[in-house]
């Protein structure tokens, strides 16, 4: 169980998933904490991994209409563009649900790449991002998104750590929690 306070949310990762306290990731400004990884690996003298979770908690003061689905949209862009370079980022599929009452979605968006060496990169990945609103504006306070993102190989690369499976991903997601 992954309990981060920064983000207001809860998550479960698989077992054979690594916690890494140390790793926080800045992604379109927003400082992300709360990872952890599965299937690190190294190929060409690159290390790698099949796929991360993380987690924060995003604000615009200067967005008034900030929405979960803007937000999401906005993250799965960016975190395919950081973390999958070079590669093709789609538009993300989005479905909304409630995470603990609060209004919610999931967006998830496909990235294909041809990299250098497909024998050492992913293919095929997928970006998740679930965003809940914490419905917490104030006079004086920007409302607040939390999101918990998952970034994953699908295809390619080496045979062994496999890919991760779109079953994994969901269950990272439908398993958070508000704290």
């Not at 207001?8 to 992300?32: C, E, I, M």
């Not at 950081?82 to 919610?104: C, E, H, M, W």
């Not at 914490?134 to 998952?150: C, P, Q, S």
Request: charged residues 15%.
């Amino acid at each position: 169980m992954i309990d981060n306070p920064a983000a207001h949310l809860s998550y479960r990762v698989p077992t054979n998933w690594q916690v890494d306290a140390t790793a926080k990731p800045n992604v379109a400004g927003v400082d992300f904490s709360g990872t952890a990884a599965y299937g690190p690996y190294t190929c060409g003298g690159t290390g790698y991994s099949r796929a991360f979770a993380t987690s924060a908690t995003a604000q615009n003061p200067a967005d008034k209409d900030v929405t979960a689905e803007k937000t999401a949209t906005t993250f799965t862009s960016a975190f395919g563009r950081v973390y999958f370079p070079g590669a093709t980022v789609a538009s993300p599929n989005i479905r909304p649900l409630q995470v603990d009452g609060k209004k919610a979605v999931v967006a998830t968006a496909a990235v294909t790449s041809t990299p250098a060496d497909p024998k050492c990169a992913s293919t095929k990945g997928e970006v998740a991002v679930l965003a809940i609103d914490l419905d917490n504006a104030t006079d004086t306070r920007a409302r607040g998104i939390a999101l918990l993102v998952v970034a994953a190989d699908l295809a390619g690369g080496p045979d062994k750590p496999a890919p991760l499976t779109e079953a994994t991903v969901e269950a990272i997601l439908s398993g958070a929690s508000l704290r």
